[in-house]
């Protein structure tokens, strides 16, 4: 699963425009956290509740970033952290739109779940149906309906640029002047549009009260959450968390905040874990990095019990690193305080 993760971010790295980052808007115009209308609230409203797409999930508000950054080299740079899905790694370039005859910059946000062979995206933004259909099938999908459709079921097709360029995440598309849905299977397609979605999940929604707003998040199963292979991680906390999510609200160069949200199963058990984490998680050693501490990453840590969730933020120091969040959950930095259940 890590070897999954450490693909999809080498080849995020391949495009100039990806993105993510952190921070908290002024009075007035600030989204209370755990509203659901925030950016991860609303993502999985559009995922379907479906086993495949419960253990990873990826969200990105592209419109809130690019409102950050109206300046477009300032911009280029904050996408440098937006983690992609499969289906939108390389949208940025122009053999990305021939082949599937849409670009990132007509993406507002997107949901993303799942792993190979099972993926499912949905974007929202501003779409040419008749130019994406009439791309598809030059790319070699046929229609189906109202989809189009390329080869089998989590099928990759390498004998063609647009199967090479999407792996198996794209093999059945359906596209309104608002909407794309990519999956690699037919159910998954089908399950889009489906009215048991994500957000209604216990874990999940807690998740989403504890971290939104956010530019660009992932929600993992905690289990996935694993140390780099022989590096010693002392774990710091006492119980072991169901979800765990990580994000970044990037409101400028002097205003990203790094978002974590642990999920436990009881709030006791939260409480009890974010003692633990607010008391040591600074001078804690970050596992990926030697004679790093959490407090040198970013020099303050907030962490604070949401119910069965436990909140920890950070600010980075001005122009730091806005992958810094992707690099703590790529390296496994984040097993200290992510107790493995027995």
């Known amino acids: 699963m890590r070897g999954w ?84 790694v390389g949208a940025g370039g122009a053999l990305w739109r021939k082949s599937y005859g849409l670009r990132l910059d007509d993406v507002s946000w997107f949901a993303s779940a799942g792993f190979h062979p099972a993926e499912l995206m949905v974007a929202e933004g501003a779409f040419a149906p008749a130019l994406i259909r009439r791309a598809l099938r030059r790319s070699g999908y046929r229609a189906a309906g109202r989809t189009l459709e390329r080869g089998d079921d989590g099928s990759i097709d390498s004998s063609t640029a647009a199967g090479r360029l999407s792996l198996s995440a794209l093999n059945r598309v359906s596209a309104s002047p608002t909407r794309v849905t990519a999956a690699s299977t037919s159910g998954l397609l089908r399950a889009a549009e489906s009215p048991r979605t994500l957000a209604a999940d216990r874990d999940f929604a807690a998740a989403a009260d504890a971290l939104d707003p956010i530019t660009s998040a992932i929600v993992l199963d905690a289990g996935l959450v694993q140390p780099a292979s ?40 939260a409480r009890a874990d974010a003692a633990l984490i607010e008391r040591d998680l600074p001078s804690t050693s970050v596992p990926g990095i030697n004679g790093t501490t959490f407090s040198d990453v970013a020099s303050e840590w907030s962490v604070r019990a949401d119910d069965r969730a436990v909140a920890v933020t950070a600010l980075l120091p001005p122009n730091g690193d806005p992958g810094t969040w992707r690099s703590l959950v790529d390296r496994g930095d984040l097993a200290v305080i992510v107790r493995p259940r027995s």
């Not at 790295?13 to 808007?25: K, Q, R």
């Not at 809130?64 to 983690?83: G, H, K, M, S, T």
């Not at 994000?247 to 642990?262: M, Q």
């Open 5 to 88: 993760i450490t693909r999809s971010a080498c080849l995020a790295s391949l495009v100039v425009t990806i993105a993510a980052c952190g921070g908290s808007e002024s009075s007035g115009t600030a989204e209370s956290a755990g509203s659901r209308n925030g950016p991860l609230a609303r993502g999985l409203a559009l995922l379907p509740d479906e086993p495949e797409l419960q253990h990873h999930v990826l969200v990105s508000d592209l419109d809130r970033l690019r409102r950050a950054y109206p300046d477009p080299r300032e911009r280029r740079a904050a996408f440098a952290a937006v983690w992609l899905p499969d289906a939108l």
């Open 230 to 269: 022989g590096v010693p991680t002392p774990i710091i906390t006492t119980f072991p968390a169901r979800l765990v999510a990580v994000g970044i609200d990037d409101l400028g160069p002097a205003n990203r905040i790094i978002k974590i949200a642990l999920v436990y199963e009881t709030s006791d058990q």
